[in-house]
């Protein structure tokens, strides 16, 4: 019932910066809140950033100061503004919403994931 479709990973190096974009789409009639996860290899998939409706947010303590979460809520699409990036933020990036469609049901939907390699 919703769909999310992310984009931005890529290669940078460190001290770099790159903006992942994540855009729902389907039969949403309001956002509760989107969200940021990452899972490095051999490790346990972890909340990078969320944000909610209210806008209030949240972040790891390993990327506070240096992420940025933003919603477009007119696009219906979460940012990611990644600065002085780490090599430790090497990760498949992915990105999760909690939704309602018209009728106030739940919808919840995990994007396709974006590799964020950060490397000299």
């Known amino acids: 019932q919703v769909q999310l479709v992310e984009s931005g990973g890529g290669l940078v190096q460190p001290g770099g910066s790159l903006t992942l974009s994540c855009a729902a789409s389907g039969s949403i009639f309001s956002i509760d809140a989107m969200g940021w996860y990452r899972q490095a290899p051999g490790k346990q998939r972890e909340l990078v950033a969320r944000i909610t409706s209210d806008s209030s947010t949240d972040f790891a303590d390993s990327v506070k100061g240096r992420f940025t979460i933003s919603m477009d809520n007119a696009k219906n699409t979460v940012y990611l503004q990644m600065n002085s990036l780490k090599p430790e933020d090497t990760a498949v990036y992915y990105c999760?919403?909690?939704?309602?469609?018209?009728?106030?049901?739940?919808?919840?939907?995990w994007g396709q994931g974006t590799q964020v390699t950060v490397s000299s």
């Open positions: 999760k919403v909690a939704a309602r469609n018209g009728f106030g049901y739940p919808l919840r939907s």
